[in-house]
């Protein structure tokens, strides 16, 4: 696959900002906290259906606090219509839990203490601190691994060596990139049926291939 010249990265780059510079999350949350339970239960589950599940869920575990003391099985009831709902319920109790003991119920804004917290790894954290603190970072979702395998800003196999290769490419304003191109590849960019007609980078564009991370 042919991969985009310097001039055209510099082109994408400025298209995805002129377009993409206010984009926030499409998840829904209040604070730090709903934030980083959203982002941990979207992974590989949709944005609206994490926002169907986390209003009853917030309701009744509204803070770390609340969460650490659930009962597991409670909380796998209020989200078990989420995809690998059991780990995932294992995992927000405990990083609740965490949370209260190292952090006095405050979730840390730091990427390297995120990721100590159960079931957030680089991209969890990373998400976060882009969409909470704007933070000048890069995350890869399937969205992103596909929009810049098909515009040949990348030809890694995954995603943290495609996270690393877009940081280097784009250097900077990373957060509007990252929501842009989450956007771009579910509205437009699509897995399956690409909505060519409607995309804004046509002549960038090198394949319509799928790409799966």
Known sequence: MKKATKKEIQEIHQLFIDRYSDAVTELEYKNP?????AVALSAQCTDKRVNILTPSLFEKY????????????????LINSC???NNKAKNIVEMAKRVVEFYDGEIP???????????VGQKTANVVMIEYTGANLMAVDTHVFRVSHRLGLSDDKTAL?????????FKNNLHALHQGMVLFGRYIC?????????CFLTEYCKTK???KV
């Open 209 to 211: 291939e799928s790409f």
């Open 109 to 119: 804004m730091n990427e390297k203490e995120l990721v100590t917290l159960a079931g």
């Open 62 to 77: 509204p803070d770390p606090q609340s969460l650490a003391s659930a009962e597991l099985d409670d909380v796998k009831a």
């Open 83 to 85: 995809s690998f709902f």
């Open 33 to 37: 906290y709903e934030l980083v339970v």
């Open 190 to 198: 699509k897995a399956k049926n690409p909505k060519c007609e409607e």
């Open 161 to 169: 060596k495609t996270e690393a290769t877009l940081v280097k490419k």
